[in-house]
């Protein structure tokens, strides 16, 4: 193992490589009438706390959803399966209408996207924001929620800058 005493911006995203994390899709309502809805793919979604249940997530000031997620007072976040590489690449890409691309969601609680055919989901409340440098953490309460039927599906997860699934990896 090498030690760098120095962690620059290469080696801290080489070193995050390492972490694997699910694969999910956030969404957020339209920013205002007229506009569209925002979804973008993340691996930063973690659990934060049972009592009171939260949830957080990070987003960069400068990604495409920021605008709508800025002001949102409910998101929806969208476990992916094995099977929803297709969805995770549909919600990363950068100047399309995901929601026209991906074509499966329709509107739930405040306006806010709901993906179908996901591993879980969860509709939340947001409580707070912070700064974090170039991002921002959002946390979130869960108000609602839903688990796919099928209880052997598996997550889609990203580790070494590729897309994996548990079943392939065992």
Same mark, same amino acid.
């Given at each position: 193992?090498? !030690?760098?005493?120095?962690?620059?911006?290469?080696?801290?995203? =080489?070193?995050?490589?390492? &972490?694997?994390? #699910?694969?999910?899709?956030? %969404?957020?309502?339209?920013? *205002?009438?007229?506009? *569209?809805? #925002?979804?973008? %793919?993340?691996?930063?979604?973690?659990?934060?706390?049972?009592?009171?249940?939260?949830?957080?997530?990070?987003?960069? &000031?400068?990604?495409?959803? /920021?605008?709508?997620?800025? =002001?949102?007072?409910?998101?929806?976040?969208?476990?992916?399966?094995?099977? *929803?590489?297709? !969805?995770?690449?549909?919600?990363?890409?950068?100047?399309?209408?995901?929601?026209?691309?991906?074509?499966? /969601?329709?509107?739930?609680?405040?306006?806010?996207?709901?993906?179908?055919?996901?591993?879980?989901?969860?509709?939340?409340?947001?409580?707070?924001?912070?700064?974090?440098?170039?991002?921002?953490?959002?946390?979130?309460?869960? !108000?609602?929620?839903?688990?796919?039927?099928?209880?052997?599906?598996?997550?889609?997860? $990203?580790?070494?800058?590729? $897309?994996? =699934?548990?079943?392939?990896?065992?």
């Amino acid at each position: 193992m090498t !030690v760098s005493s120095l962690v620059d911006a290469d080696l801290f995203r =080489n070193l995050l490589r390492r &972490h694997a994390a #699910a694969v999910v899709v956030i %969404t957020a309502p339209e920013p *205002q009438p007229g506009t *569209q809805p #925002a979804g973008f %793919t993340a691996t930063s979604f973690t659990s934060v706390s049972l009592d009171p249940p939260l949830v957080s997530f990070c987003l960069a &000031h400068t990604a495409s959803a /920021w605008p709508a997620v800025s =002001n949102a007072d409910v998101v929806a976040v969208h476990v992916l399966t094995e099977e *929803q590489e297709h !969805v995770a690449r549909t919600f990363s890409k950068r100047g399309i209408d995901r929601f026209a691309a991906h074509g499966d /969601w329709e509107p739930g609680p405040g306006g806010v996207p709901l993906l179908g055919g996901v591993l879980a989901r969860l509709v939340c409340r947001v409580v707070r924001r912070v700064e974090a440098g170039d991002h921002t953490i959002v946390l979130a309460s869960p !108000v609602a929620g839903a688990v796919h039927d099928d209880l052997a599906a598996t997550p889609l997860v $990203y580790h070494d800058g590729t $897309y994996h =699934n548990l079943r392939r990896a065992a």
